[in-house]
């Protein structure tokens, strides 16, 4: 995936894992801003609403959200609301094992998970448990393990779940690191199952059970979401924005941009973003 110059990137500190029980964000922050690493946020106090690739979702009290890499993230407030937050480079999520955990972080399904009353006590404490480790010995083994432990929660409790057969599991996490690799230069159907040893028909049965979406609406997500990162953060004209996305010209671009969204990338750039500064 490419990442814009222009966009705000929001990187860790030298370090693989971090975790507090009071901090919203680690390092520099913008209000709007790319991260380049995985968070879980915990919101425990009510206060508004947030975005995730530019769309609202409400901060309630024990609402979880996870935040994939590149995603962009903003909090229209001058103050940031409290929160319980881990994040994490690549190198550590990729040490998660279990597919379908992974799939949370997953650009698209970002709705919060709410955590029930019974539960709320045990995933303090196994919260409480990952920041004493963050803060002391630090073991990166452990830090997985009690992660992976607390991710399995949250799984249980989402509602968006992508639950699919062990052999299809793995694969289905493939075609996503797949689409998000090459969505810009690849829109076949069969180039994707080529990759991953599965036939497009087959793929898109899965998808559309599990998601709701074909390859092509996933594709078209992307390049979406994409788009309006760019319009949103960059000082690109759209006709470069638009080769970068690989639409063969400025028209296309648009017609595709307004078919999706109803409006212009023009209009969007200059009013509907407004809506995400503070």
């Known amino acids: ?17 971090l975790a507090s029980d009071q901090r919203t964000a680690f390092g520099e922050h913008w209000p709007s801003h790319r991260i380049d690493f995985y968070a879980i946020v915990w919101f425990t106090e009510d206060s508004g609403v947030h975005f995730i690739d530019f769309e609202s979702y409400p901060i ?8 994939g890499r590149n995603q962009v993230h903003s909090i229209p407030s001058e103050v940031l609301p409290k929160a ?24 698209f399904s970002n709705e919060g998970i709410l ?31 009690y992660t992976t432990a607390f991710l399995w929660q949250l799984y249980r409790f989402a509602s968006h779940q992508l639950s699919l057969p062990a052999g299809e599991d793995s694969r289905i996490i493939q075609l996503f690191q797949l689409l998000e690799t090459h969505y810009t230069e690849e829109r076949s159907a069969s180039f994707y199952a080529q990759q ?24 078209y997500q992307l390049l979406l979401i994409e788009a309006k990162r760019e319009l949103f953060h960059g000082n690109l004209p ?9 639409f063969a010209d400025q028209s296309y671009f648009a ?3 307004k078919k999706h ?3 212009t990338p023009e209009e969007f750039r200059e009013k509907e973003s407004l809506r995400f500064r503070v």
Do not use: W
Request: charged share 20%; no cysteine.
């Open 60 to 67: 309630r009290e024990n609402t979880v959200y996870l935040i």
């Open 238 to 246: 759209i006709k470069e924005i638009a080769y970068q996305l690989g």
């Open 255 to 257: 017609r595709f941009f």
């Open 84 to 107: 319980k937050t881990i994040v994490f480079a690549a190198s550590f999520f990729h040490r998660i094992e279990e597919p379908f955990l992974r799939q949370l972080f997953l650009p």
């Open 115 to 145: 955590i029930p009353d019974q539960m709320h006590e045990a995933l303090v404490n196994l919260f409480n448990l990952i920041v004493l480790e963050n803060k002391g010995h630090n073991e990166l083994k452990l830090l997985l393990k």
């Open 261 to 263: 969204t109803g409006i």
């Open 196 to 219: 991953i040893g599965l036939t497009p028909k087959r793929i898109n049965e899965i998808l559309r059970e599990k998601t709701g979406m074909t390859i092509s609406q996933l594709l």
């Open 1 to 17: 995936m490419k990442n814009s110059r222009n966009i705000p990137l929001h990187t860790l500190p030298a370090l693989p894992f």
